[in-house]
């Protein structure tokens, strides 16, 4: 359970945002509105944590960024990104749904529904999670500075 709960914690913590200075274009070319854009930045995220890219995870994330994961635990950026530098999160896929998003100005709130595969120190944590991002947007660009999971049973 707890290297459920460190694996969660981490594909939690990498799973942030960044937009460009101007909004990326979808594929008919028009400009994304902010809840696209962060539906967008969320499945970036969720990629480059499969594909342990940890540029960009750091990228989408604010500096000062905590996860805290079902246990109550705190989870920094640096924290999450050694988990996953060190090979310990191993996961193979992801699926994503039930997105709700909404944005106050500068900050937005995002929930939504994840479904991932894989392991975390050998266990695996394949099963469903309820999450919640918070982003702000600092000089043009959308950071994740809070996350927290909660797995469904």
């Not at 079902?70 to 310990?88: C, D, V, Y």
Request: with cysteine; glycine share 4%.
């Amino acid at each position: 359970m707890k290297t459920y709960i460190l694996a969660a914690a981490l594909f939690i913590a990498v799973w942030h945002a960044s937009a460009q200075t101007n909004p990326p274009a979808n594929a008919a070319g028009s400009r994304m509105n902010p809840e696209q854009t962060l539906q967008a930045l969320e499945r970036e995220w969720a990629t480059a944590v499969v594909q342990r890219d940890t540029n960009t995870i750091s990228r989408l994330r604010s500096d000062d960024f905590e996860f805290t994961d079902p246990n109550g635990q705190i989870w920094t950026k640096s924290r999450t990104l050694e988990f996953i530098s060190a090979g310990r999160l191993q996961l193979d896929s992801y699926a994503m749904s039930e997105f709700r998003i909404r944005t106050y100005g500068d900050t937005a709130v995002v929930n939504f529904r994840v479904q991932w595969f894989g392991q975390a120190d050998g266990v695996d944590i394949s099963g469903p999670q309820r999450m919640t991002d918070v982003f702000v947007r600092q000089n043009d660009k959308w950071r994740c500075v809070a996350s927290h999971t909660t797995r469904i049973q």
